[in-house]
């Protein structure tokens, strides 16, 4: 059965499709807060066919989606978190405010906080009008894409 498209989302690829999230795969979301971007959520949502799971949930994720702002602590230690569930083929997309947006976070910040947890960046995005995507996968199934 093929998806009926409107007229004004023919040619436009959604955000989940954009950030590389296959149907059905398993994504669990972390961060969130009041600022996140709802509409790239139910983009998710949409294209998975469930709900995210929480930071609680116990299961192998594909994809973890990290919201992440100026003040929430050390970016390290929230990537190796992350990491834990993590599919061996799974990839961490950490979501940031965009420049002048309230809890904007440098480029260098997460280049630096990358390699210290055990991770490679791979791409970079724009997610939203006020959020910025960042892909890291661990380095092996980097190398392995090659």
Known sequence: MEAVVAAED???VGVAER?????GAVVQEI??????DDDLRAAVEER??????????DEVVDVVLLWWREDDGDLVDALVDAIGPLADEGVIWVLTPKTGRPG???PSDIAEAVPTAGLAQTSAISASADWAATKLVSPKSAKSKR
């Open 10 to 12: 023919a040619g436009k």
């Open 19 to 23: 950030l590389g999230i296959d149907p």
């Open 31 to 36: 961060g969130w807060g009041e600022d996140v």
């Open 48 to 57: 998975i066919g469930s709900d995210l799971l929480d930071e609680d949930a």
């Open 104 to 106: 904007y976070v440098e």
